[in-house]
């Protein structure tokens, strides 16, 4: 049974620090690109970051150095770190794995395979 767990969420001030972690299990990890979406009230769930089997990475625009994002293939554990937090980065953040022959649709969260529980970021003025 797949099974992806997200955690480090909470509050934090404008412009301070989170580090979320993804932990999975019972798939091949190496064998998956490893993504962060997130989801704001009342709004559709957004792209956040990518992370191939190979170690590449893509970030949406909003985010660039700001956040990274990386993973542990030994661990079999994804982590986005956040800094310079803004208000506008509040939301439910989740992780999710995308088998490698659909990597060119990493964007889009209906060809993701699986999704972690997600964890709540809320980011104060």
């Known amino acids: 049974q797949v099974q992806l767990v997200d955690s480090g969420g909470g509050l934090v001030q404008a412009g301070g620090s989170l580090r979320l972690s993804c932990a999975a299990s019972?798939?091949?990890?190496?064998?998956?690109?490893m993504s962060w979406f997130r989801q704001a009230p009342g709004k559709e769930r957004e792209f956040v970051a990518v992370?191939?089997?190979?170690?590449?990475?893509v970030y949406r625009d909003s985010v660039k150095g700001r956040f990274t994002i990386s993973r542990d293939n030994a661990e079999n554990t994804v982590y986005l770190q956040m800094s310079s937090l803004k208000p506008e980065d509040t939301a439910v953040y989740y992780c999710?794995?995308?088998?490698?022959?659909?990597?060119?649709?990493?964007?889009?969260?209906?060809?993701?395979?699986?999704w972690g529980q997600g964890t709540q970021v809320t980011v104060s003025s």
């Open positions: 999710a794995a995308l088998r490698a022959e659909f990597l060119l649709n990493y964007r889009m969260p209906s060809q993701y395979d699986y």
């Open positions: 019972g798939l091949t990890f190496s064998a998956y690109a």
């Open positions: 992370a191939t089997s190979r170690g590449g990475t």
